[in-house]
């Protein structure tokens, strides 16, 4: 054997491999190892049997090789083989050691000519083999027969490369001599992976089979396509020898006839031939396990610290320790906790980049929705004029007044406050609904407890729910105190005095420079016969509503001025995703072209309540006769 004193090497990574399998993963670590790759009828088997000096594969037509066989050979005064699956059984029959692996193929893949990667370990003990390690992969087939998968092909080509793609993979490339070297797809496959041929050993078979007067000196002299660690020809058994049971031990000495006899090997047969393959691939694979050994002895080892720390943790670990499962439970509770205030404080550590949610949807409900809907139900000029007249008649009565009296004041007053209560409740009930949302948003990372999730989220919501009747009351109080006592002496009160001031005040503002309000892009609901639905840059300032072609603002389409516009809400339709917000002109005029009325739709209804409230800001008010209803909408 050659390498004396590393002969344990080969052993301890079949040790190790064995581990592996066992627990059914890898561990990230990747193996010293040969893989064996060719193409269907390659005389990839006939190569294996060989070095075990038994026939023990499965032969047959077609796609043979359905798993990887991961085959350890082990130097052992005894012959016998095991496999990792049937532990402690020893198999002394090799037609047994056949029927086994076509066995364990069916239980995994079925009898459908399917292929899987879940290797099957074979370990031969016999005093006629070398320590090897090699895996026997599915020969490389390119149209699928009878009811193999159509994709057969590429199932087979992405198994190989899951092996051989590894740095620490040497790769067995076995090539037919009778076919051309260039289409090898052995070689082919081999050369995208290993480009400069480092760590390919070229195999050439069926030397034998060759035209009479062709031989492949060339490619076995390492000329024709240059590998680093060379190639190695052998000459097989022939199907008839297979079929006839000839015995193997003749037909190496066959091979080693054919090569010392042949004029264009005569003068290498000493490095051709199974026997030769043996010595050096077990000469190979030890050098090349001695090579990655440090690197795989740190990988192991910086596995082995992150593992004793995650083990350090659970050392004394004892589920029924009553301290444990007190600290586990607060630990989560006050994690619960941190993720509830950061999704209102917004300092999360998971940022949502897609909705607005938590905090920010509270603000906008507070900033924007709010006022908006103020604005819609407080402001009613004509009808508010007819209640006032009303209410100084009748507080008169039969006599005829001469000042407006200060109960009719407090009459109408009192009455457009109390319309300040039913908003303000529906602010209340949604800032609730998101609350309960961001809880039970927060205890999914308690999945793993169902019952302590259920009676988290049971008691967030309880209080959530406890608080918000607080809260209405405070509203309610609020509303109640505004209506006790009107204060005509604050500074916000326009009386007779003031009014004149504010008037001109107001004309003065507008004087002022163009102030832009809003920007971002609307698209324009037109019907199919106009051009259909376009999007636009729009910009909002406090005198118009202009858009363009693009955000750089070079092409403007459109300038829009918005003295007498109003907005209403328009109906989503049926198989539209968008939402959608119109504008008009009070006075029945056209807003654009030919249009009385002109839709601007939205991605989501948070952006429809954005940009109304921006209406809002520049003066554009909802239509007067508009129901007061809240279209928020959580998601």
Not at 203 to 208: A, G, H, N, R, S
Not at 217 to 225: A, F, G, S, T
Not at 288 to 314: A, M, N, W
Request: overall charge neutral.
């Amino acid at each position: 054997m050659g390498n004396r004193g590393m002969e344990d090497l080969i052993p301890l990574i079949n040790k190790l491999q064995d581990a592996f399998s066992s627990i059914g993963q890898s561990c990230n670590l990747d193996l010293p190892q040969i893989a064996v790759v060719g193409g269907q009828s390659a005389g990839k088997s006939s190569v294996l049997e060989n070095f075990v000096g038994r026939d023990f594969l499965p032969r047959g037509s077609g796609i043979v090789t359905r798993r990887p066989l991961i085959l350890q050979l082990v130097n052992n005064k005894a012959e016998y083989a095991e496999f990792l699956h049937c532990k402690g059984k020893k198999f002394v029959d090799f037609d047994e050691v056949r029927a086994e692996i076509e066995a364990e193929t069916d239980r995994i893949t079925g009898s459908n000519k399917g292929i899987s990667p879940i290797p099957i370990n074979l370990r031969v003990y016999s005093p006629h083999v070398l320590n090897l390690t090699l895996i026997d992969l599915p020969g490389m087939t390119k149209v699928a027969v009878g009811d193999q998968p159509p994709d057969i092909e590429h199932q087979i080509r992405e198994m190989l490369l899951q092996f051989i793609t590894k740095e620490s993979c040497l790769i067995l490339a076995v090539t037919p001599a009778n076919t051309d070297l260039a289409n090898s797809d052995a070689l082919k496959i081999a050369k995208e992976v290993d480009p400069q041929g480092l760590r390919t050993i070229g195999v050439i078979t069926k030397l034998d089979l060759m035209d009479e007067g062709t031989d492949a000196r060339e490619i076995l002299e390492n000329r024709l396509l240059p590998l680093r660690r060379g190639y190695i020809g052998v000459v097989n058994r022939s199907q008839k020898d297979i079929d006839g049971k000839k015995d193997i031990r003749a037909a190496m000495a066959a091979e080693r006839k054919f090569f010392l006899s042949h004029p264009s090997y005569r003068h290498m047969a000493e490095r051709m031939g199974t026997p030769h393959l043996q010595k050096a691939l077990n000469q190979q694979l030890t050098n090349h396990i001695r090579d990655t050994l440090p690197t795989l002895r740190s990988k192991l080892q910086s596995q082995l610290l992150s593992l004793e720390k995650e083990v350090e943790v659970y050392k004394n670990y004892s589920p029924d320790d009553p301290t444990r499962k007190t600290k586990a439970l607060l630990q989560m509770v006050q994690q619960f906790g941190v993720d509830f205030e950061k999704c209102i404080e917004g300092s999360g550590d998971q940022v949502d980049t897609s909705e607005l949610s938590g905090g920010a949807k509270i603000n906008r409900l507070f900033h924007e929705r709010f006022p908006f809907e103020l604005v819609k139900i407080v402001f009613d000029e004509k009808e508010l004029r007819r209640e006032i007249s009303h209410a100084i008649k009748n507080v008169h009565g039969v006599r005829t007044g001469l000042f407006t009296p200060d109960l009719a004041f407090e009459a109408i007053v009192k009455k457009q406050i109390l319309k300040l209560k039913e908003p303000s409740l529906k602010c209340v009930d949604l800032v609730v609904s998101e609350l309960t949302a961001l809880a039970m948003k927060c205890a999914v990372k308690l999945k793993s407890y169902p019952r302590l999730r259920e009676e988290t989220e049971r008691i967030v919501t309880t209080h959530i729910r406890e608080r918000e009747g607080k809260a209405k009351d405070q509203v309610l109080l609020l509303i109640d105190i505004e209506l006790s006592y009107i204060n005509t002496n604050h500074e916000d009160f326009i009386g007779f005095a003031n009014a004149q001031q504010r008037s001109t005040a107001a004309n003065k503002k507008r004087a002022m420079p163009n102030q832009v309000i809003r920007k971002g892009w609307l698209t324009i609901n037109l019907s199919i016969m106009k051009g259909g639905s376009k999007e636009y840059w729009f910009v909002l300032t406090a005198e118009s509503l202009s858009w363009y072609k693009d955000d750089e603002e070079k092409e403007k389409k459109y300038m829009l001025p918005l003295d007498n516009l109003k907005i209403r809400d328009v109906e989503k339709g049926f198989m539209s995703t968008k939402h959608s917000f119109a504008i008009f002109n009070t006075e029945q005029r056209n807003v654009y072209k030919d249009l009385r009325q002109i839709e601007l739709a939205c991605e989501s209804q948070d952006d429809v309540d954005s940009w109304k409230a921006s209406f809002l800001r520049a003066g554009v008010y909802p239509e007067k006769d508009q129901v007061c209803g809240w279209s928020f909408v959580f998601h």
